[in-house]
């Protein structure tokens, strides 16, 4: 079975401007999860999408947001990027709902903000 | 409410012998846990998870972990230590239903030659 994948796996942006991050889950999967991994704030948890509806989301601003599609792929939106949204963005899936499923990540997409 | 701490953000070892990263969780209700790695510039891998199973878990490359409901505690462990186990591990605690995964702060693994 092929694993999560991540597009673009490594993006460079102007603050200002916007960007979308895909992510395809493994087959058969339906939870999608967003995770923002930086040095100083470790691993946080941006949000869980779970058959196109978002179950859970983190403490982050409105200027992140994501959606999920029919097929369980799901992309993340950031709008009016700041220098601080430098960062791994990592997707992972899993086949139910988070507490009992593990979690299978994808190599994450490198997002820098200059 | 839920938790996990690692004791060590830092651990060195010498190739060959054990390993023992330590790992305490709060959970209201059963938890699951799970170990995970990250390589540098990479996404994480599971190593091993517990769902009320069996209280010692087996993972992948010779790492194990054993639950242990009195302490509290998850502690990852390898006999011997490998190059290749230089990495960053996380451990992480999850309730069935609460929706949320939450994360260690990590503890980075140093493996001297």
């Known amino acids: 079975k092929a694993g999560v994948t991540q597009t673009p796996r490594y993006l460079i942006k102007t603050r200002g401007q916007q960007v979308t991050l895909s992510c395809s889950p493994i087959?058969?999967?339906?939870?999608v999860s967003w995770y923002q991994q930086t040095p100083g704030q470790g691993l946080q948890f941006l949000f869980e999408?779970?058959?196109?509806?978002?179950?859970n989301k983190g403490n982050f601003p409105g200027r992140f947001s994501g959606r999920q599609f029919s097929n369980s792929r799901s992309e993340m939106n950031v709008s009016t990027l700041e220098l601080g949204d430098s960062a791994l963005y990592l997707c992972?899936?899993?086949?139910?709902?988070?507490?009992?499923?593990?979690?299978?990540f994808g190599p994450g997409t490198r997002l820098t903000v200059t | 409410a839920q938790s996990v701490t690692q004791l060590d953000s830092h651990v060195s070892v010498s190739e060959g012998t054990p390993v023992l990263l330590r790992c305490n969780y709060s959970?209201?209700?059963?938890?699951?846990l799970f170990w995970y790695v990250q390589h540098p510039n990479k996404g994480l891998q599971l190593l091993l998870k517990?769902?009320?199973?069996?209280?010692l878990v087996k993972g992948i490359n010779g790492f194990e972990a054993e639950f242990k409901k009195s302490e509290t505690s998850f502690h990852l462990t390898k006999p011997s230590a490998h190059m290749s186990d230089a990495a960053e591990y996380f451990c992480?605690?999850?309730?069935?239903?609460?929706?949320?995964?939450?994360f260690g702060t990590g503890t980075r693994l140093k493996v001297l030659a």
């Open positions: 992972a899936s899993s086949l139910g709902g988070l507490g009992r499923y593990e979690q299978y």
């Open positions: 087959s058969g999967h339906r939870s």
């Open positions: 959970s209201s209700y059963s938890p699951s």
């Open positions: 992480v605690v999850s309730t069935s239903g609460t929706y949320k995964y939450i």
């Open positions: 999408y779970f058959s196109e509806t978002q179950r």
């Open positions: 517990y769902t009320s199973a069996a209280t």
